[in-house]
């Protein structure tokens, strides 16, 4: 993928000097990172409950971004071909398979109206999360990864140094390396596009507005609304996952609508930015520091005073 210029320069921050964004409500992430005057925050409302599985997203997004083939063959799972998440799979259609019934979403074709299906396929594309407190941010020694104008977390690969510690940081398993590369990549949300005014490639090709872009507070609104008529309409399993600021990651830029439990879609049900306990690590790590220090001194300074008060003794070792 070609690099693109920010259209304000990134603060790369130490996780020492941003403390405030890995605890309390939602911040305003462009301008804490640095951005004067940003834009509204940006990002995904993806619906699941209205994706076909046709992968218009996985194709529109390696097109635009000159991603590598990473999946031509069918894993064993349904018609899953590139299986997850990776440095070379930016979007990724799960296809899972249940035994169940689609409740008021049942077309009843070819059936009795009335008669139950005994198969359903939840189809859903997953993507990176954007989260408001990127435990990947926080890690970067280089600040390759920086925090965008729109709110969303970019690679620069051309300054990545390949060290990896983003990776085992994401809670969602999103960053990777690439093989023979060594550097992370993941979505960008289309940076480039956004800075164009443009929508990202993935929202612009899904034929059934599964994937929905635009400004982050408006995204909510209509996902909540969307849940309510579903349940309305006899979906009582539709849920929100990654819309609430209050959680573990501080709210995801790119969230979901399921119609089970997250795990049921690869998801961690209650994820958690993991610098969230750096601070106290580091003021834990000075105390103990300290005290070391300290106890060594004191060793130091008693023996110093041990030697000082010993008696004198004469040639035959007999005290004078």
Sequence with gaps: MATHEPTSEPLPLSPSSRPHLLHGPEPAVAADAGHDNPPPRMGFFTDTSVCIGCKACEVACKEW?????????????SYDNTAALGASTWRHVAFIEQAKPLGGQEAHL?????????LRWLMASDVCKHC??????????TGSLFRTEFGTVVV????????????????????????????????TLCYDRLGAGQEP??????????IQFGPLDELRERAAARVERLHETGVPDARLYGEEPGDGIGGAGAF??????????????DPQVTTRDLPAMWRRASVAALALLGGLAAVFAGSGTGRSGRAPRGSNGRTR
């Design 110 to 118: 070819g059936e009795a109206p009335g008669a139950p299906s005994d």
């Design 201 to 210: 490639a993935c929202a612009k090709a899904c034929p059934t507005d599964s």
């Design 65 to 77: 971004n000159a991603i590598p083939e990473d999946g031509l063959d069918l894993t064993g799972m």
């Design 132 to 141: 408001t407190h990127a435990a990947c941010l926080d890690v970067c020694p």
């Design 256 to 269: 979901f609508l399921l119609l089970d439990e997250p795990e049921v879609y690869g998801l961690p049900p």
């Design 156 to 187: 620069q690969e051309d300054i990545c140094n390949g060290c990896g510690y983003c990776v085992p940081a994401c809670p969602f398993g999103v960053i990777e390396q690439r093989q023979g590369d060594g550097r992370a990549w993941k979505c």
